[in-house]
């Protein structure tokens, strides 16, 4: 901290004596000195105090990541104090641990059984689908070169052979009357018996008579094969190839279907597996974790539990506190804000232990300030850089917070008086003195800057010490 700075000019006059100050109406007897303003590097600073609150590390409970049933207290190794990380705390017993371990493990080995049944289908899903593939190509092939086939010879060997049929049936009817006709002129003539010739005659005629009604027959049926037959068959030889190939394309999305359903009752049967894994593996290491230690290396507060006391999951036992590390929270005015800022250092003496200073550092300033009356205060938290051994949390200390203004017009504290209209200095004017208004800045404990109504070499009047 920067001591007073040298008075220039100072003398030792009093207001009895001196004309001028009668004029300003000063206390007779009354003794001053006078200073000039200066202006050079200043050092502003700001004091307040704080309270010391230690920083949290965590707490003391058992969190099961799995584990549902009851818990009790069964030994409890140490209830306060600085506590190591690692170092145990209590221990719980869990009622039905062994219970729900047991239920946990047949969950994951059903599980798993199921999971490698969902793999063992998937398997031969995929070879049946290998099969099926070959099939409808194979079936595909077949049906392509039978289209071929008919569209290359067969159609119109079809048709032909038919027509031909039909053409050699008429003419062996024909025959049939040229031999009848043939024979009756035969037998016009001849000396046979004429029984023998009736059953000549009788067996030509019937049997004419006989391939007459075969003609109808064979025309219709020729007629039949040519207008229903055998385009029915060229149009389900079309039809098969239309017929399969969308039959192959359904049949080939219900496979992919299928599969994908089988894959999926794969996945959610490894989903399962796993779930069921995690919550075996989860309630064994909450049965490891029965006993409670700290993690981090601190102070912890008295423990509330007892042996044989009932608790339940992540109930808060005991709070885990920094040793060496903490915040305090001061408060400063709307004028302050021109020394303070966000990670500015500040100096902080332990009130129990005067000879306890430490640094600290500004985290926050309160964005919105509390008004009371005409001033208007705003909460700065800090950040504690250095705790010694013997500081507690609730421990009150004094803040002191600096900084640095170049090139500041300033006068003692003591030149500076207010009233109800401001603040003002009284300013030396030839051989008397002058009220004037004045600005003023930051301060220190001995010093204030003046933004405005002085400029450096003003001589200003002090009370005498």
């Known amino acids: 901290m920067k001591t007073l700075m040298p008075r220039l000019l100072a003398l030792t006059i009093l207001a009895a004596t ?50 549902s049933g009851r818990l009790v207290v069964a030994e409890v190794f140490k209830d306060h104090g600085r506590v190591s990380p690692g170092e145990a705390i209590l221990r719980l017993e869990a009622e039905d641990m062994a219970e729900q371990l047991e239920e946990a ?9 199921r999971l490698a049944w969902a793999q063992d289908e998937l398997r031969m899903a995929r070879v049946e689908h290998e099969i099926n593939e070959e099939k409808r190509a194979l079936s595909m092939a077949d049906a392509l070169e039978d289209f071929e086939r008919w569209n290359a010879f067969e159609k119109d060997d079809s048709y032909l052979s038919t027509e031909m ?57 020729h007629r039949t094969a040519m207008e229903t037959t055998l385009p029915r068959r060229e149009r389900d030889i079309e039809n098969r190839m239309r017929w399969l190939d969308v039959q192959n394309a359904h049949a080939v999305a219900r496979a992919a279907v299928a599969m994908i359903r089988q894959e999926q009752e794969v996945e959610s049967a490894e989903r399962a597996a796993e779930q069921a894994a995690e919550h075996l593996a989860e309630l064994q290491a909450d049965a490891e974790s029965l006993e409670i230690k700290a993690g ?20 808060v036992l005991a709070q885990l506190q920094s040793q060496d590390a903490g915040t305090m929270q001061m408060s400063i005015n709307a004028d302050d804000l021109r020394v303070v800022r966000e990670g500015g250092t500040v100096a902080i003496r332990w009130r129990p232990f005067g000879e306890i200073e430490t640094t600290g550092t500004v985290r926050t300033i309160a964005w919105v300030g509390q008004g009371s009356g005409d001033n208007t205060s705003y909460s700065v938290l800090l950040d504690v850089d250095e705790v010694a051994s013997v500081i507690r949390p609730g421990m009150l200390a004094d ?61 200003v009047r002090v009370p005498a010490e």
């Open 165 to 221: 049929g039909m053409a050699r049936f008429e003419a062996r009817v024909a025959d049939e009357q040229e031999e009848l006709r043939q024979l009756e002129q035969l037998y016009e003539g001849a000396r046979l018996a004429s029984r023998t010739q009736d059953v000549v005659l009788e067996r030509a005629r019937r049997s004419l008579e006989q391939s007459l009604l075969q003609l109808e027959i064979n025309r219709r049926a």
């Open 296 to 315: 981090h290396a601190g102070v912890m507060t008295a423990l509330s539990v007892r042996a044989g006391d009932s608790v339940s999951a992540r109930q």
């Open 105 to 113: 493990q047949r969950a994951a080995d059903r599980a798993q059984q």
């Open 18 to 67: 001196t004309p001028a100050l009668a004029q300003d109406d000063a206390p007779a007897e009354e003794a001053f000195e006078l200073v000039q303003a200066e202006q050079t590097g200043f050092t502003a600073e700001v004091r307040g105090t704080a309270r010391y609150t230690a920083d949290p590390l965590g707490e003391v409970r058992f969190e099961p990541d799995a584990y």
């Open 399 to 459: 803040i002191t917070v600096t900084r640095e203004v170049p090139n500041a017009v300033t006068v003692p504290a003591d030149a500076v008086a207010r009233d109800a209209d401001g603040s003002f200095v009284m300013v030396r004017d030839g051989e008397a003195f002058t009220r004037r208004a004045v600005v003023t800045g930051a301060t220190n404990a001995d010093r204030v800057q003046i933004i405005q109504g002085l400029d450096a070499g003003d001589t």
